[in-house]
DNA sequence: GCAGGGCTAACGCACTTGTATTAATATGAA
DNA sequence: TTCATATTAATACAAGTGCGTTAGCCCTGC
């Protein structure tokens, strides 16, 4: 394994356990076996090109297979259940049974919410067009209800199944998962698709009404 | 106002915004106006303590809300939807139209959902005693599923609300929120009892059998 | 062979960190 | 007032931090 690719490993590992901010380049260096303490800055340039490189390295797999599940059934991407199938299947699949533990979801969490974080633009973008065909049909189907609500479900829906599986991963790691992964993730997608299609309460119906009185 | 809650304060919202790991203790004492570097040290004996106070303090005056609400309607505690209310709306109160900004839900965020991190436990019990009521009620709610997934559904209304709210508050941080904090808190809770309700799916069914009969 | 460039090791520097110690000051009860 | 106690200020120190520089290594193309 080069050393670039152990340091995305190890920083993956680190990152995850303890929060980006709280690991040093130095440790991860030193975890990756180098004996440079400026390894990172030298192959990433920063914390922030390790983390993208990070993303990048996981994503594009993921992502592989999420472009290969929607290519599968052109017909189907109108199916809000398929495309989340299609957001949630390949990424449970990358922290459910490869051979060891996995730390990815724990360090999606932590990224993917920042402010500003933008997972379409730049480096990323390659490696999240499936995501975007997910995303963009979830959007089509929000389109009836008030154009804020709908850009509050598609986002409630990437909190669902970013930080369930993140949990899931956790549970895992110390032996406490109560279910497997392909289960949660088919649960998981029932929650998503719930989310998603909740029906907007007349309080809330209210609510909205009332505020955008005041508002006017 | 003390130094104490001085520095309260001030550390809320830096955890906040830079997140809890990334922030020194000197810097929290000098942001309070404290000359001495160990402000901190004197009055919470760690960060981890500190971490607590601002947990207890904000979470003190919400719970009390919170029970008033619960028990402004007794016979309706085993109504999910009013369980609901009783756990989003006092949260969102009090980051909606006090007179400033607010940063609690972004450091509830980082804090609730910690590994070990036991909400009922140690001096958090006294300010939890409101949530203890809704939780049980919420638990009732799903006893009709298997237990594994009922678990994770109460999960995932927490996951929902925190992180929903924390989102929110951020976006009104920036000045970019789509919707007031009373609509949005609505929202929230219709999002929330679709998550609680979600009918588990035929492939979920399918998968747990099919995992368990492999475990067995 | 051998020059060159990509990679790694070793080390330095200025600065920050948590932790501590001691002195000064505020506070409140007798 | 007076004195004990609680709080704050002013430093100190060892360890760790990001960032940078220099020198050595290895491997490939010529």
Known sequence: MSARQALISVAERLF???????????????????????????????RNGLVDAIFTYRMARIDERRRAFLAARPEAHDDPRFLLEALVFPLAESIGHEDGESWYARFLAQVAFQPGFDSFSGARRDVTRGLRVVVDGLRRRVEG????????????????????LAEHEASMARGAAALPTSALAADLVDGAAAVLAAPVSSLTLAEMARTRLKGA
Chains 1, 2 share one sequence.
């Open 16 to 46: 995850a356990e303890r929060g980006i901010p709280a690991v040093s380049m130095r440790e991860v260096a030193a975890a990756a076996g180098q004996g440079n303490t400026s390894a990172v800055r030298y192959h990433f340039g920063s």
């Open 145 to 164: 209800l008030d154009p804020p609500l709908g850009d509050l479900r598609i986002t409630r829906v990437m909190q669902v199944v970013i930080h369930g």
